[in-house]
């Protein structure tokens, strides 16, 4: 079967660092997303990640390891806008159908 | 247009009646989707159009669901007989090409925000 994990929910102080996981098990792999989702919004576009490393893009960085089906959203210097749901999804399968994870709901505190 | 719409963007309904939803997709984007978000819950795919091809119907939870492109560009979802359970948002997305090909982007619209009383 096809299954993404992420944790439902996660708190961090305005200013630090805060690190949310998700692993993946699928049948195939063609790339992951990350999305984040405003509480009301649509999701929009974070980052993509197809190769094994780093993708630092200001504030977020996001990883991949392909041979552990695992990968990680990095936000540092945190602000109060960052509360919200981050969607993480896998490019899999042979139609190349995108497959989402439930979210992480995040919390910055002052 | 400059990213996807989607219309209306709230509606209340009784329960039995139909409804349509619509979307406009960005322009040139051959790619579009419809996606399902029920309070607190994950994206729940629905349906997915690429360019002329036969869509992916996958999706769709019951017979009471229907979704069409015309031209290749503007989508309608409709909901036939709709239940209380079917009280969700409606998000549309659109991307340049195949879905979930090399990275291409996924742009959702601001959905619609359906309510069957």
């Known amino acids: 079967g096809q299954n993404i994990d992420q944790p439902t929910e996660m708190t961090a102080t305005e200013g630090a660092i805060v690190q949310i996981n998700c692993t993946y098990q699928?049948?195939?792999?063609?790339?992951l997303f990350w999305y984040q989702q405003h509480a009301g919004e649509a999701p929009t576009f974070l980052s993509y990640?197809?190769l094994d490393g780093l993708e630092e893009k200001g504030r977020f960085s996001s990883f991949l390891s392909r041979s552990k089906g695992y990968s990680y959203l990095l936000l540092k210097e945190l602000q109060m806008k960052d509360s919200a749901s981050y969607l993480c999804?896998?490019?899999?399968?042979?139609?190349?159908?995108?497959?989402w994870g439930l979210g992480t709901s995040l919390a910055v505190n002052p | 247009g400059a990213g996807v719409s989607q219309s209306p963007s709230n509606k209340v309904t009784e329960k039995g009646k139909d409804v349509e939803l619509r979307c406009d997709p960005i322009?040139?984007?051959?790619?579009l989707y419809w996606y399902r978000q029920s309070l607190g819950q994950g994206l729940e795919f629905l349906i997915y159009?690429?360019?002329?091809?036969?869509?992916?119907k996958s999706g769709l939870p019951s017979d009471r669901f229907s979704a069409e492109r015309t031209g290749g560009s503007v989508s309608t979802l409709t909901i036939q007989r709709t239940q209380q359970e079917d009280s969700a948002v409606y998000l549309c997305?659109?991307?340049?090409?195949?879905?979930?090909?090399?990275?291409?982007?996924?742009?959702f619209g601001e959905g619609s925000w359906l309510t069957v009383v």
């Open positions: 997305a659109s991307s340049l090409g195949r879905q979930g090909y090399s990275g291409n982007t996924i742009y």
């Open positions: 322009s040139g984007h051959t790619a």
């Open positions: 159009f690429q360019g002329n091809s036969a869509p992916d």
């Open positions: 699928t049948s195939g792999f063609n790339g």
């Open positions: 990640n197809v």
């Open positions: 999804a896998v490019n899999a399968g042979n139609n190349r159908k995108l497959i």
